[in-house]
């Protein structure tokens, strides 16, 4: 059973950093993809980064030069590193992986960003 666990998320000030990590209970080799997607209060859920099997990687407009996504097979976990952080990152993040055409989807951890 494939399970997807992040952690890493919680209050930062504006300006500053946090690393997320998301942890594969199965070898990463197995997904053709992996990535992050956020979802703030009232708005729909939005991709944020997305890395392919072949280290393809993909931002969304609103975190390039700021977020870098990353994955480590060795460890099975993906990361996201924020920097520059900003009140309109503040969302809940789940790590998602898609394999053979299915999607799995962690549950989610809370990124606060105070002004």
Same mark, same amino acid.
């Given at each position: 059973q &494939?399970? $997807? ?12 950093? $946090?690393? /997320?990590?998301?942890? *594969?209970? &199965? ?5 053709d *993809?992996m990535?992050w997607?956020? +979802? #703030?209060p009232?708005?729909?859920r939005? /991709? &944020?980064a997305? @890395?392919?099997?072949g280290s393809? @990687?993909?931002? #969304?407009?609103?975190v390039?030069?700021?977020?870098? @996504?990353?994955r480590d !097979?060795?460890? !099975?976990? &993906?990361? $996201? +590193?924020? !920097?520059? /952080? ?12 898609r #394999? ?6 962690? +549950? ?8």
């Open positions: &494939v399970q $997807l666990v992040e952690s890493g998320g919680g209050l930062v000030q504006a300006g500053g950093s $946090l690393r /997320l990590s998301c942890a *594969a209970s &199965v070898s990463t080799f197995m997904f *993809a990535g997607y956020r +979802q #703030a009232g708005k729909q939005e /991709l &944020v997305r @890395i392919t099997s393809t @990687i993909s931002y #969304a407009d609103s390039k030069d700021r977020f870098t @996504i990353s !097979n060795t460890k !099975n976990t &993906v990361y $996201l +590193q924020g !920097n520059s /952080l900003k009140p309109e990152d503040t969302a809940v993040y789940y790590c998602t992986a #394999a053979a055409y299915r999607d799995y989807w962690g +549950q989610g951890t809370q990124v606060t960003v105070s002004s």
